[in-house]
């Protein structure tokens, strides 16, 4: 682990000698507007929490948004095929962008 970086997930990673508490990948996040469970929160003064980390979709507009390069979304690989489910949402999400 990265020195500085929140220890509560290892899905998305900020590191946080170099966030600078824009926000932008909280106001960015689709996953994060107006839902009960966000993948980032507010923290006040400081940088952002990774709230929900379950409910990211792997879109990285949080990390390709980072103005300071302080984001890290990690791509998981299963080791058990993918179901119909996930072949689903995957080939979505690479629609999207």
Do not use: W
Not at 3 to 32: F, M
């Amino acid at each position: 682990m990265v020195e500085g970086e929140h220890p509560e997930t290892q899905l998305i990673k900020i590191d946080l000698g170099r966030c600078i508490g824009c926000y932008e990948c909280v106001d960015i996040c689709p996953q994060s507007s107006n839902t009960e469970y966000p993948v980032y929160e507010r923290t006040g003064d400081g940088p952002p929490r990774v709230a929900n980390p379950d409910n990211c979709i792997r879109c990285f507009s949080c990390e390709t948004n980072c103005r300071a390069m302080a984001l890290e979304v990690v791509v998981e690989h299963e080791s058990k095929p993918a179901g119909p489910e996930e072949v689903k949402a995957e080939s979505k999400c690479n629609r999207m962008f």
